[in-house]
């Protein structure tokens, strides 16, 4: 099984890295378990990991979770 870095996993989820890593703290987005490497605890991706905040990322606009939604103004003529 293949892991990614939180580097790799934001590339292929289409976000910035440090966008992520907040998401991850904040606890907005599930992230996996840390791992201990060098005296760093670093996040190890999996897809099935990846997937998972895929499925959550649609309902978080602009780092918070949207709970409204704007209407679009119809203009009448």
């Known amino acids: 099984m293949k892991r990614h870095s939180m580097r790799e996993a ?13 998401y991850v703290s904040s606890g907005k987005v599930p992230g996996p378990a840390p791992v201990d490497v ?3 605890r670093v996040f190890m ?12 990322l649609p ?5 918070r979770k949207t709970r409204y ?3 679009a103004k119809s203009k009448k003529k």
Request: glycine share 8%; aromatic share 2%; hydrophobic share 35%.
């Open 45 to 56: 991706w999996t897809e099935k990991d990846i997937k998972r905040v895929r499925d959550v």
């Open 59 to 63: 309902k978080i606009v602009n780092g």
């Open 10 to 22: 934001a590339k292929k989820l289409k976000i910035d890295a440090s966008t992520l890593s907040k």
């Open 38 to 40: 060098g005296g760093a």
């Open 69 to 71: 939604k704007k209407k």
